[in-house]
């Protein structure tokens, strides 16, 4: 009984401790919009090639469980 006491402190703790870090986390200031501009870029190229080299556009088919056995 005891011991189970001692997990759920335990995982309390935890618990606290993330909730305090991503708490902080959230508060912190921009400095400039440097860092934010590169991430949007990124975020819009991952989109593009996502779409550009995905199985319909690239096979003009749509991905089955087969494709994973097939044979170069």
Known sequence: MVSLAVMFGLF???AAWLIAVLLRRRNGATQN????LIEQAGRIQAQRDRS???ALSMHNTTPTMSDQYRRP
């Open 12 to 14: 309390g703790a935890v």
């Open 33 to 36: 919009a440097e860092g934010l």
């Open 52 to 54: 550009s080299y995905s």
